[in-house]
């Protein structure tokens, strides 16, 4: 049986968003059902359910990991510019991709163009940073996703109850609507600063990407010069 291995995606990708899911679902939750108990955030758990509340993180983490898939879609969560922000590398990269494979690169997606790029690295084992630039590309995505969530789960809590009693260890605490809407602010302008990160990061993989191609094929090139 091969070995558990933990990657760093799962602990920057999946996990700690999935903990801010958890903890935006469990406010609903509670609030929807037990509107006058106090809602606990913090008491001691068996090692049984630290093992339940961790893998319930790690799931809910594959899940806003999905919702920023289905998201994709959308521009606003997509970065606008995968180009190496320079025309003549563009075309270098384009003529070089088109050499290689012998595709009209011109007519290639910046997604298509990366794809080829990328398996290319990957089968002459030329990685560089890319590990780094994906568990922060994925991390910075579901923060944001999970951002959302708790920032809508804080707003919804106001129509379910006013005031939330909240239970930090033996601390009981009433919030009533203004710093309910402040940490509600505060969870979405976290949300468009890590939605932010995650655009930077895609495109600094894209870029470290192609120019590590472009590297490649010219050191292929004056290794193997054409026969004449």
Not at 97 to 116: H, I, T
Request: proline fraction near 4%; charge should be positive; aromatic fraction near 14%.
């Amino acid at each position: 049986m091969k070995s558990l291995e933990v990657t760093l995606y799962e602990v920057f990708g999946y996990f700690l968003p999935g903990c801010i899911v958890l903890l935006s679902l469990w406010l609903v939750f509670h609030t929807a059902f037990w509107p006058r108990d106090p809602l606990i955030l913090w008491q001691q758990l068996s090692k049984q359910g630290v093992a339940v509340l961790f893998f319930a993180s790690y799931l809910l983490g594959h899940l806003a990991q999905a919702l920023g898939n289905a998201l994709q879609d959308f521009k606003f969560f997509e970065p606008n510019d995968l180009s190496l922000g320079n025309t003549e590398m563009d075309k270098c990269l384009r003529s070089a991709v088109s050499f290689r494979f012998k595709v009209q690169a011109d007519q290639l997606s910046s997604g298509e163009l990366y794809g080829l790029c990328d398996e290319t690295l990957l089968h002459n084992k030329s990685l560089g940073e890319r590990e780094i630039f994906t568990y922060r590309e994925g991390f910075y995505r579901g923060v944001s996703i999970g951002l959302i969530i708790l920032a809508t789960s804080l707003l919804s809590s106001l129509i379910l109850t006013i005031p939330i009693h909240v239970r930090l260890g033996a601390t009981t605490t009433d919030m009533w609507p203004a710093p309910v809407i402040f940490l509600s602010s505060l969870s979405a302008l976290g949300a468009y600063l890590a939605l932010g990160r995650y655009k930077r990061f895609k495109e600094y993989r894209f870029r470290r990407c192609a120019l590590r191609f472009l590297a490649l094929a010219t050191e292929q090139r004056s290794t193997n010069p054409p026969q004449l």
